[in-house]
Nanobody, 125 residues
Framework: QVQLVESGGGSVQAGGSLRLSCAVSGFTFSDYCMAWFRQSPGREREGVAVIKSDGTTNYADSVKGRFTIPKDNGKNTLYLQMNSLKPEDSAVYYC???????????????????WGQGTQVTVSS
């Protein structure tokens, strides 16, 4: 059974940092394409960062230079390191997994078939 469990959300002031974690089980983590998405009220769920099985990464323009998406294959855990946070980064953050082989970097919701329950991030000004 595929499971993705996010943790690490919380409240922080603008300019601060948070690290989200996504613990996974039920599949071979190292073989999967993993991503972080976020969704704020009234908005579509948007891709934030993706890391493919080969370790290459891609980021949404809005977070480039501030967020990174490392993973630890030995711990079956995906991370999202968020620095220089802004109020507009406030959202529920979800991790997602897909076992397909991608030439590009999938950043759309429909491209992923397994999701965590989400963790809230609130950035105050």
């Amino acid at each position: 059974q595929v499971q993705l469990v996010e943790s690490g959300g919380g409240s922080v002031q603008a300019g601060g940092s948070l690290r989200l974690s996504c613990a996974v089980s039920g599949f071979t983590f190292s073989d999967y394409c993993m991503a972080w998405f976020r969704q704020s009220p009234g908005r579509e769920r948007e891709g934030v960062a993706v890391i493919k099985s080969d370790g290459t990464t891609n980021y949404a323009d809005s977070v480039k230079g501030r967020f990174t998406i490392p993973k630890d294959n030995g711990k079956n855990t995906l991370y999202l390191q968020m620095n220089s946070l802004k109020p507009e980064d406030s959202a529920v953050y979800y991790c997602a997994a897909d076992g397909g082989l991608w030439i590009g970097y999938p950043m759309m919701r429909y491209e992923y078939n397994s999701w965590g329950q989400g963790t809230q991030v609130t950035v105050s000004s």
